[in-house]
């Protein structure tokens, strides 16, 4: 495998992986809204997940450097 293949394909997944739990989030933060729950308890957890994905995608995406 290239060296370039082998970092896209790295960079590929990381965002794939930070792209599923935004969308699992944002189907969760759906449900809980719908079915009438306040919005102030799901505060600090929604911090924490976009802190999380933040640092995930920070530290495991690969710049270009062929």
Known sequence: MKPWN???LISFSV???AVIVIAFTIAVLFFYLKNGCP???IIIPLIAIGYAVAVFV?????????
């Open 6 to 8: 082998k970092q896209n």
């Open 15 to 17: 965002i794939i992986v």
């Open 39 to 41: 919005f102030w308890p």
């Open 58 to 66: 920070k530290k495991y995406y690969q710049k270009s450097q062929y």
